[in-house]
Structure formats: C-alpha cells, structure tokens
C-alpha cells in the first residue's frame, strides 16, 4: 500500500473537511459522559461479517437506527440485536456539533438518524471501506474522534488508487461530504499512549469514534 503523511500545508480533497480540535476537553468529556450511558443500555458487541470473519473493534450505535453485520450482510436495524430495545438517542450536543458542521460544509438541514460508535483497544483498526448502505449520499457523514490518536487512511474511489494518512487526534472532527462522501478510508493505526486524558467510555489505552449519518 502506498501512503504519504499529510503535511500541514497539503490540502486535503474536496469533500474532506477536518475541524481540528474542534471540541476542546471539557467538551469531549461532555459527549464521552452521555456516549456512556449509551454503552451501558446498548452493550458493544464484535460483529462478524457475511464471510464469517470478525471485526475486531466492539461497536454500537444511537439514533432510530444502527448499523449492523452478520451472516446476512449489512444493515441498519431499529432495535439493538441482542437486547431488542431501540437505540437511544443521539446525544443533544453531538447533534448540534454535527449538524453545524455540515452546515459550515455547505450542507443545510441535515437531521444523522443513526451514529455508529466504533472502539478502538489499543490494538485496534478499521479496514479500508466506503460507507454506501445509506441511501442518499448527498447527506454526509460527520466523524468524531476521542481518545488516542489515529492514522486514519483515506483513499480513492477504488480501492486500488493510493491512500493518504491523516493523523486525527481527540476532539477533531472530519467530514466526508459532497465529491468525498464515498471516499476509501481506514484506521491503519492507534498511537496507544497519545490519549490527552483517560474517561471510562474510551477501551483503555485505545480510541472511541463517532460516526453520524443519515441511513433513510
Ligand atoms: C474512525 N471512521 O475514524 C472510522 N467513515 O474510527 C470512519 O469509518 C468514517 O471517519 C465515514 C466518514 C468519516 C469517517
Ligand atoms: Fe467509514
């Protein structure tokens, strides 16, 4: 795989839109409180995959919908699977942090049903994907970070073209949008020990991601 860090100075592609640090730490420890209680009444669980493979980051959601994959694919479901409540809602504060991002991003009205939270141990990554089950990819995907910082990898149109590291850090926020929306991506890799601070939500010395869309 080819890859190339960034500089400063690079831009990033059209449709890629990283806020750093947009949330300072209290504020991160604001959304990491609220995504705790979401993890206690929606227990992450390691998906597995239509190959039978697992993923190895423990996953769950909030919003009316939440992404899932089993022997059948992949989907978004109303109820957690094994549980069999509803997901609970989107935190007020990530909601408003994602909806004036699109905004900034050229993007009125967007109204995430479903947020996909992603954790990351220390030995955790995410494998190159497009995000395409949702329906209209006109509406983007707005991405938190929290915790240890990532190379996150992001690609082409094909999963041949070359893929860029971008280094997100806790409190950034990128946004996949426009031209971008359904770019390759990844998590190469967590720098364990970067973390600016330690909150029961994030898996010890790892990452928690937030990753909100709009399925329907
Ligand atoms: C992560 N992010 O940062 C994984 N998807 O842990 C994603 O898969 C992602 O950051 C769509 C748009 C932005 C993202
Ligand atoms: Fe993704």
Known sequence: MQTEMFSAEEP??????????????????????????????????RLTMKNGAQLINRMTNCG??????????????????????PWPAIPPDVMAVAVELAARCGVAGYAPDACLVNL???DGRLSLHRDHDECDFSWPIVSFSFGAEAVFVLGGFTRREPVRE????SGDVLVLHGPSRTRY????????????????????????????????
């Open 12 to 45: 990033l592609p059209r449709g890629v839109t990283l806020f750093r640090q947009r949330l300072d730490e209290p504020a991160q420890c604001q959304v990491l409180d609220a995504i705790l209680d979401v993890i206690h009444a929606a227990p992450p669980l």
């Open 64 to 85: 009316a919908l939440g992404w899932h994959s089993d022997a059948r694919g992949y989907r978004y479901l109303e109820h957690h699977p094994e549980t069999g409540a």
């Open 120 to 122: 990351y141990a220390a």
């Open 166 to 169: 971008v280094l997100l850090r």
């Open 185 to 216: 991506h990844g998590v190469k890799k967590i720098l364990s020990g970067t973390a600016p601070f330690e909150h029961p939500a994030i898996p010890a010395r790892g990452r928690l991601n937030l990753t909100c869309r709009r399925a329907r």
